[in-house]
């Protein structure tokens, strides 16, 4: 009688594993969907943040300049600021997230997930992006 319940449960417990995997690998996959898009989001901001700062710096004129503070998402493989353009490229994906500036820009962005507090700069012909922590 014992071994019978025994192999009642067994059947039981096994039939629920064989109706929850599916759910639960479902909602894995929403999770890292989920996660991509918002680690998009996040980016897009960064790099609009940037820009649109580098083009306000820029028509005030030297030597104006702000701080700003912004987050760089986590598996980041370069953020490009250069030739009118600050970009972003992750390791996971092909896309390459940009937008475009009025005036020429260079600088530095650590690739490294984390908040920076960022000096922009406009100078004669260009403007300056670095980060002063």
């Known amino acids: 009688m014992k071994a019978q319940a025994s192999l009642e449960y067994l059947i039981i417990v096994s039939i629920a594993l064989l109706i929850l995997t599916p759910a639960i690998l479902y909602a894995n996959e929403i999770i890292i969907s989920s ?3 918002l680690r998009r989001k996040i980016a897009e901001n960064t790099i609009e943040m940037i820009a649109e700062n580098s083009d306000w710096v820029n028509s005030l004129g030297p030597p ?4 700003i503070r912004v987050y760089v998402p986590e ?5 490009n600021i250069s030739d009118f353009k600050v970009s972003l490229k992750f390791k996971d994906s092909k896309e390459i997230i940009s937008k ?26 260009f403007v300056n992006v670095s980060v002063v922590e």
Do not use: D, M
């Open 64 to 67: 104006s300049r702000i701080i």
């Open 100 to 125: 475009e500036t009025r005036e020429n820009v260079t600088g530095f962005i650590p690739v490294n997930e984390g908040y920076y507090t960022v000096l922009i700069v406009a100078e004669k012909h």
């Open 75 to 79: 598996l980041v493989e370069y953020i």
């Open 35 to 37: 996660k991509k898009e």
